[in-house]
């Protein structure tokens, strides 16, 4: 009876030493892999047996979602995606190889950035129109219709008769939601198809200062205050330019009468795409292709402006801001 006990006792610790990790955790992990895999443009530059092998050794003991976190970003890391992100409990881990150019990024708009997401409007030289898009993520229905509109509403107020054209400035804008910021200005563009392309988003138009989303819920202006297609606008660019600031700077390109001014932007031009994983504050944006414009060309890494201005920012003194004052005699040209 001792002999078989102690027999019995071991072979217990044996198997609760080797168990396996429970289904939810693995079926996760499956998951994660099967949306890099499946749906990131990088796909195919990376070996997915090899790292599906891996991430099962590396989760074998793994409980929770949050301890299978290591070897996710590990799985993430071999896509080389720059814009795309990883969030388990809440935690958002981006491939650490890449980061912004804070060399580029000189100390005035450091400060500038620093005083958060906010719109700023003015009138330069007397009949210029200002005004500063920020980064804006909110993807609701009405926080996407209350920022366009609130963008309208800050032009209009910077707007007269008397105006010869618009400076809009993108140099702060880190990214976020395109369309939110097109409808807010959407009578500087008109009724068209912007050039920018995502493939997920599927086809959409600016049309009667609003844009329909696939059917999910329309951005639309509730007022506006004139048509300004045929004013000449410039565009200020800079190394804080992101993502959706990005393709909001080559939206302006379709425009006739229309440059873009500063320095090449920050280079997140890839279209991202978020899928949700199990579980709470769990998921994963991928990057699933790169901006394409109205001639095909496709943009890898970042927007050149037309016009280059290096340095010479002073956000918060417009008159004595380098970037501003070329953007007033280009626009005095037209």
């Not at 580029?104 to 005083?115: L, Q």
Request: proline residues 3%; hydrophobic residues 35%; glycine residues 8%.
């Amino acid at each position: 009876m001792k002999k078989f006990l102690l027999v019995s006792l071991a072979a217990f610790f044996c198997f609760a030493g080797k168990a396996q990790r429970p289904d939810s955790v693995q079926r996760f992990v499956d998951s994660a892999i099967n949306i890099m895999q499946q749906h990131s443009m990088f796909s195919s530059n990376v070996n997915w047996k090899t790292v599906r092998d891996s991430v099962h050794h590396l989760t074998k003991e793994a409980k929770t979602y949050a301890e299978t976190a290591t070897a996710l970003h590990y799985a993430f890391n071999k896509l080389g995606d720059k814009h795309g992100y990883l969030v388990i409990d809440g935690k958002a881990y981006r491939n650490t190889t890449f980061g912004s150019a804070p060399s580029r990024i000189n100390e005035n708009m450091k400060v500038a950035a620093s005083k958060g997401a906010r719109i700023y409007k003015d009138i330069v030289d007397g009949d210029i129109a200002y005004l500063s898009i920020p980064f804006f993520n909110n993807q609701t229905k009405a926080g996407t219709n209350a920022f366009a509109q609130q963008l309208q509403d800050s032009l209009c107020s910077v707007v007269s008769p008397k105006t010869k054209g618009i400076i809009i400035d993108l140099r702060l804008n880190a990214g976020g939601f395109t369309q939110a910021m097109i409808v807010g200005v959407s009578n500087v563009f008109g009724n068209q198809t912007p050039p920018v392309q995502k493939s997920y988003v599927g086809d959409w138009k600016i049309e009667n200062y609003g844009i329909d989303l696939n059917d999910t819920f329309r951005i639309q202006l509730q007022k506006t205050c004139g048509e300004y297609t045929k004013l000449p606008v410039a565009v200020l660019i800079g190394p804080q330019t992101a993502s959706a600031g990005e393709y909001l700077a080559l939206g302006f390109t379709t425009r006739s009468r229309t440059i873009l001014i500063g320095e090449k932007t920050a280079g997140y031009t890839s279209g991202n795409n978020g899928f949700l994983l199990p579980g709470k504050s769990n998921g994963i944006v991928v990057a699933e292709d790169y901006a394409t414009d109205k001639n095909g060309k496709v943009y890898t890494d970042g927007v050149e402006p037309e016009l280059a201005v290096f340095g010479g920012d002073d956000f918060f003194n417009r008159p004595n801001d380098k970037k501003i004052r070329t953007a007033v005699k280009w626009l005095r040209r037209q």
